[in-house]
């Protein structure tokens, strides 16, 4: 089967399979998406569904457990992690694109939840549910990237690298016009 012919979104590889194909390294020649539209060129597989059903499970569980514990902060908390629920899962073109942002933000969240209580306690039963909750969350949320994204350090130098090009053009438009 031969590989699509790259685009400027597109950059051949050599390096073995990576979120296009699952198997070992075989020496083809593939094709690696290096922008931000990686995880929008293919249709979900049923262990990608699986995955996503199983991190908006995990997030509306945590948030629900947070939801039941009174108080402001909890109840935020419990919010945004129903707002990342519906951002992983929302069809709208926008959230599709930027998907990879919704998942490290999601892992972040997550941790930044465990070191708060880790900070702040309180350590009882149902908080260790949660935090285990979170913990398998953001394993999910790894293993999702990965094989929808790939590497994250190349997204994010490329998503950087895009907006400074804008804002270049910007500032060279603006300096011209005065």
């Known amino acids: 089967m031969a590989s699509p012919v790259p685009t400027p979104t597109m950059q051949a590889s050599n390096a073995g399979e990576g979120p296009?194909?699952?198997?070992?390294?075989?020496?083809?020649?593939?094709?690696?998406?290096?922008?931000?539209?990686r995880s929008?060129?293919?249709?979900?597989?049923?262990?990608?569904?699986?995955?996503?059903?199983?991190?908006?499970?995990?997030?509306?569980?945590?948030?629900?457990?947070h939801s039941t514990l009174g108080g402001v902060l909890f109840t935020l908390n419990a919010?945004?992690?129903?707002?990342?629920?519906?951002?992983?899962?929302?069809?709208?073109?926008?959230?599709?694109?930027?998907?990879?942002?919704?998942?490290l933000g999601l892992m972040g969240y997550a941790a930044t939840?465990?070191?708060?209580?880790?900070?702040?306690?309180?350590y009882y039963t149902t908080a260790y549910i949660a935090k285990a909750i979170e913990v398998?969350?953001?394993?999910?949320?790894?293993?999702?990237?990965?094989?929808?994204?790939?590497?994250?350090?190349?997204l994010i130098k490329n998503e950087i690298s895009t907006i400074l090009a804008k804002l270049g053009r910007r500032s060279a438009t603006?300096?011209?016009?005065?």
Do not use: H
Request: proline share 7%; charged share 15%.
């Open 136 to 154: 398998v969350l953001i394993t999910l949320l790894a293993i999702d990237f990965a094989r929808m994204d790939g590497n994250p350090v190349p």
């Open 79 to 103: 919010v945004g992690y129903l707002v990342a629920a519906v951002a992983m899962v929302i069809p709208l073109p926008l959230a599709i694109k930027y998907r990879w942002v919704v998942r």
């Open 174 to 178: 603006s300096s011209s016009n005065a």
């Open 40 to 65: 929008t060129n293919r249709a979900l597989s049923p262990v990608d569904v699986a995955l996503r059903v199983a991190i908006v499970g995990l997030a509306l569980s945590t948030g629900y457990i």
């Open 113 to 122: 939840t465990i070191i708060g209580w880790a900070i702040q306690g309180p």
């Open 20 to 37: 296009a194909g699952r198997g070992p390294r075989s020496g083809r020649r593939r094709t690696e998406v290096t922008d931000t539209a």
